[in-house]
């Protein structure tokens, strides 16, 4: 998950982590053991995305909790549909970190708390959390130059959306990849196809003459 790799960028050897859910667990329906209790009630921070992804986190009862929907600007959003993979009973997208706002909230909230922990490593805390924004912002910078070089040369509405589609995919992938996270092909191709999707809609928007519209 995205907390992992982000505590893993700012803090490194400065800390003992541990995944408490494993990659390929359902992190919904998973029932820690007594042992996994254990760990996070001793663990100086335990950190989960929130009540809708992890709901069994609040029942630990340990008081060493971040929960990262409850970071302030970060909103939680309706899901469109279901999941490939599993069924929610709930109707809100808990996958904060794919807002790269949230993700920049998130980073920068787990700094924080892991400067309270490390005391004596702050300054090298808030250089690497610097660094991986930075790494972020990189990604975007870049993204955005391709399309305004690509659709500077075209002046073509059909393939300015197709290279905004594109671009953004690649992006998009670069981004998550960088902040831990490694989707499914069914993830994927759903993404892909949403990217699309959007593109689609802005070029139908782009190509509308107002002044032939009946307002």
């Known amino acids: 998950f ?3 790799d982000i505590v893993r960028s700012l803090a ?36 989960y995305t929130g ?3 992890e709901n069994w986190a609040r029942t630990i009862g340990a008081s060493n909790i971040l929960n990262l929907s409850e970071i302030e600007g970060i ?17 809100i997208d808990p996958h904060i970190w794919t807002s790269l706002t949230h993700l920049k909230l998130m980073t920068s909230e787990i700094s924080k708390e892991l400067q309270k922990i490390l005391p004596d490593f702050c300054d090298e805390i808030k250089s690497n959390e610097e660094t991986y924004l930075n790494e972020i912002n990189q990604i975007i ?33 670069r ?18 196809a949403k990217v699309f999707r959007n ?17």
């Open 2 to 4: 995205p907390q992992y």
């Open 199 to 215: 593109a689609l809609l802005a070029y139908t928007i782009q190509s509308i003459n107002v002044d032939e519209l009946n307002l």
């Open 12 to 47: 490194g050897s400065h800390v003992e982590l541990t995944m408490a859910v494993l990659p390929g667990v359902d992190t919904h329906n998973y029932d820690p053991s007594v042992d996994d209790m254990i760990l996070i009630k001793k663990s100086a921070l335990f950190i």
């Open 141 to 173: 910078n870049e993204s955005s130059a391709k399309v305004l070089r690509s659709t500077a040369i075209s002046q073509n509405n059909k393939f300015d959306a197709a290279t905004v589609a594109l671009v953004n995919i690649r992006m998009i992938m």
């Open 75 to 91: 909103t939680l959003s309706n899901i469109e549909d279901k999941h490939d993979h599993h069924e929610h009973d709930h109707d």
């Open 51 to 53: 009540d809708f992804m």
């Open 175 to 192: 981004i998550v990849v960088l902040c831990g996270y490694h989707p499914s092909y069914p993830q994927l191709y759903k993404l892909i």
